[in-house]
């Protein structure tokens, strides 16, 4: 064989035997109910990763971020499989050390998760670098180590390639399947929620513009925005959880999702956004949220003097603070358990999470939760806030344009601008739109749902021909108006006018 073709086919099986392993480790994974090894791989370089490089992540992807990264390091794997290949033609040894790196990275990667098994995370490891070996060695012409492949016809090189392609897909895809399948779907859809003391008054009609395009008053669950710090979601053993209540408390206890699900509870429609959030940008949802008062589980605890910040912890060591004020006032800040009438989905913390009104998530709302720590400010600074985002963070006042969009043509005559406006805990009280350099002529609004939530807004336009920008600014029910000044998002969120840019046609 050409010394440049067994090269190319050393290194096509050295990635196939890479997808091999990965395949075979995410199956073991899903059988066992071990941490998948790519994604604890994944999880590992986000926490190592500089700052800097999560922000370039985030404004490049968004929400698609996460799936970049996992992409990301199954590329990397895949390539350096391959190279292990080609080294294989001379000394099997590298492929054997470079595949028993892999898994010790795998193990290593795995004993940094709170909820991963080292023992379980070793077992998939073991089999994936085997079944990595077993497939580099046999598309290399022999079942055991050889210092350079066999040469084996092109058609027989094919079909082992198809094979081990095959065997990495369906191992894979498997593997994935059954990992989703042990978050917790099972207990979760045995879930009955209690009603809540004061059942939640459906929106009243005048609450809705009947316009399409503007946002829907309500976030259906599976549109509601996602932001995460892992590549996929804990398992969390709803029989084994435990809600611990601790720290600068006098009596600390902890509570089984049963015991939670006995306590009184509380509905409220509540808007909460992610402080990445551009201008205009779509990571801000509203829901109806069910749960546990936090100030009466505090208050069962009873909070020491000096305890000025609520620290919650999450079941993979995501931590998030605010001030224990916040829990405390008449804002209705809960432990969730209820999203929308149904038990929170997986991807949205279940079995419980905290949702504080008028805080940005990453100081408030945390998912999968499992301790809430009474301590200070000075003592502990969240995981968010390690990274140089602000300690303190309301959610500031933002308005968007929803319709029309970004460089549409439009025809000439009456318009409908509308969009949403929002200021939780202060709840919006005017909004204004701008034509061009025109006067600020003030929107209609729709009938407020609660001072937590946003409110739909339309001005009616009698658009003319040529090119035309659109702004929009609120004022929250302080009368405090929107900030002008243009802010990126770090480090307490961004400011700033929601800008459209559209052109008007001459008929």
């Not at 996992?70 to 292990?84: C, E, K, M, N, P």
């Not at 593997?175 to 978050?183: C, M, V, W």
């Not at 801000?284 to 620290?311: E, K």
């Amino acid at each position: 064989m050409p010394p440049r073709r067994g090269l190319l086919r050393a290194a096509v099986a050295g990635a196939l035997a890479g997808t091999v392993a990965l395949g075979a480790a995410e199956l073991t994974a899903g059988l066992t109910g071990a941490r998948s090894l790519l994604t604890a791989v994944g999880d590992a370089v986000i926490a190592k990763s500089p700052q800097g490089l999560v922000e370039f992540g985030k404004q490049t992807f968004g929400t698609d971020d996460k799936a970049a990264l996992r992409t990301g390091v199954l590329v990397v794997a895949i390539l350096a499989a391959a190279a292990l290949g080609v080294g294989a033609r001379w000394r099997p040894g590298v492929a054997v050390a470079g595949f028993a790196a892999f898994g010790a990275l795998g193990i290593a990667a795995a004993a940094r998760e709170p909820t991963g098994s080292i023992g379980l995370g070793g077992l998939a490891s073991a089999v994936g670098v085997g079944c990595g070996l077993a497939a580099l060695f046999a598309l290399l012409g022999g079942h055991s180590p050889a210092p350079a492949p066999v040469d084996m016809s092109r058609r027989a090189f094919l079909g082992a390639a198809a094979a081990a392609a095959a065997a990495a897909a369906v191992s894979g895809a498997v593997g994935r399947a059954l990992l989703q399948r042990t978050l917790n779907a099972a207990a979760r859809a045995r879930v009955v929620l209690p009603r809540p003391a004061v059942p939640l008054v459906p929106p009243p009609a005048g609450a809705t513009l009947a316009l399409d395009g503007v946002t829907t008053l309500v976030t259906p669950n599976d549109r509601f925005y996602l932001i995460d710090t892992t590549l996929s979601y804990p398992a969390v053993d709803v029989e084994r959880w435990r809600l611990r209540i601790d720290g600068m408390v006098e009596h600390p206890f902890e509570l089984s999702f049963a015991d939670l699900l006995t306590m009184p509870m509380i509905e409220r429609y509540v808007t909460i956004g992610c402080v990445s959030n551009e201008v205009g940008g779509n990571l801000v949802s509203t829901a109806a949220w069910r749960g546990v008062r936090l100030a009466d589980l505090l208050r069962r605890a009873r909070v020491r003097p000096g305890a000025t910040q609520v620290v919650g912890r999450s079941v993979d060591d995501f931590t998030v603070g605010f001030p224990t004020q916040a829990a405390l006032d008449d804002r209705g800040a809960m432990v969730a358990v209820g999203m929308n009438g149904e038990p929170l989905p997986v991807a949205h913390g279940f079995p419980a999470r905290l949702i504080v009104p008028g805080l940005y998530g990453y100081v408030s709302a945390t998912k999968w939760l499992r301790q809430i720590e009474l301590s200070t400010f000075e003592t502990f600074d969240a995981y968010w806030v390690r990274r140089g985002w602000a300690q303190q963070a309301p959610i500031k006042t933002q308005s968007r344009i929803d319709v029309p969009k970004e460089g549409r043509r439009l025809t000439p005559g009456p318009v409908a601008v509308a969009g949403v406006a929002w200021a939780p805990t202060r709840g919006i009280s005017r909004v204004e739109v701008q034509i061009d350099d025109d006067p600020w002529s003030e929107a209609d609004l729709a009938e407020g749902l609660s001072s937590d939530t946003w409110r739909q807004w339309v001005h009616r336009w009698n658009a003319g021909p040529g090119a035309h920008r659109l702004r929009v600014r609120a004022t929250d029910g302080t009368g405090q108006l929107q900030d002008e000044r243009v802010h990126p998002p770090m480090p307490d969120g961004a400011t700033g006018y929601h800008t459209v840019h559209i052109e008007v046609s001459k008929t």
